[in-house]
């Protein structure tokens, strides 16, 4: 706190004693004493409270910023279940028109056509024989 040396605390030594004298001095040093500690306790208490205040501002600051990332993702998941469910939805109204269409064509004695051709699955070629490779038999 101060920059106080050794050449300095004799002169106040020598001007305490000079002033208090040296039946009272004993006395006045440990109240003085008891004062500088309590001083640098509640400095010490001080530091420790704003340190503890800025450590809870960047937890607050840091809680905030999960809670937003949570928030979009929550928003992303519902918006991908929302598009996930619409399309699932078309699909099955598709898929009972077909049924429908053909329950009709069905009851009316004609041979049911799909709306739709159905889907192919890609077809493999056959490994070809190398020619140039001899081939067993």
């Known amino acids: 706190m101060f920059d106080v040396g050794f050449s300095e605390m004799m002169v106040i030594a020598v001007v305490a004693l000079v002033v208090?004298?040296?039946?009272?001095?004993?006395?006045?040093?440990?109240?003085?004493?008891?004062?500088?500690?309590?001083?640098?306790?509640?400095?010490?208490?001080?530091?420790?409270?704003?340190?503890?205040?800025?450590?809870?501002?960047?937890?607050?600051?840091?809680?905030?910023e999960m809670q937003d990332a949570a928030r979009k993702v929550e928003s992303d998941v519902q918006t991908t279940l929302r598009d996930a469910e619409s399309t699932v939805n078309e699909q099955v109204h598709k898929i009972e028109q077909d049924v429908a269409e053909m329950e009709h064509a069905f009851e009316a004695g004609a041979?049911?056509?799909?709306?739709?051709?159905?889907?192919q699955l890609p077809v493999e070629p056959a490994v070809a024989a190398n020619p140039e490779s001899p081939s067993k038999a």
Do not use: F, W
């Open 20 to 64: 208090i004298g040296p039946e009272k001095l004993p006395r006045v040093a440990r109240t003085v004493g008891h004062l500088m500690g309590r001083a640098q306790r509640y400095v010490n208490d001080v530091k420790t409270e704003i340190n503890r205040e800025m450590e809870i501002e960047e937890l607050r600051k840091l809680q905030a």
């Open 111 to 119: 041979s049911p056509a799909p709306t739709s051709a159905p889907a």
